[in-house]
């Protein structure tokens, strides 16, 4: 079973985390910052990534909390 990543996204009543594939959010919550928590708290019981977008939809940051084949290379982390 393929493990689906978590976003943050913006949503119409503030913030949303998503997995990969799913038609509805997760959770919505007022701020980004509570969003990415939230991401964070799941990624790391499920071991997958979070993929954190701006308002505009384009990528902001990932973070990975599973066995990345190809951990990133700067430890800003």
């Keep these: 079973m393929t493990k689906k990543d978590i976003h ?3 949503h119409e009543s503030g913030w949303a985390t998503k997995k990969e594939g799913a038609g509805r959010a ?3 919550v007022d701020t980004q910052k ?3 928590g939230r991401a964070r ?3 790391i019981r499920e071991r997958v990534e979070v993929v954190i977008h701006k308002r ?3 990528i902001r940051d990932s973070d990975s909390y599973g ?3 190809h951990p990133p290379k700067d430890k800003k982390h």
Aim: no cysteine; hydrophobic share 40%.
């Design 56 to 58: 505009d939809g384009t």
């Design 41 to 43: 708290q799941q990624a």
């Design 26 to 28: 997760g959770v919505v």
């Design 8 to 10: 943050v996204v913006p």
């Design 34 to 36: 509570e969003a990415i």
């Design 67 to 69: 066995n990345d084949p």
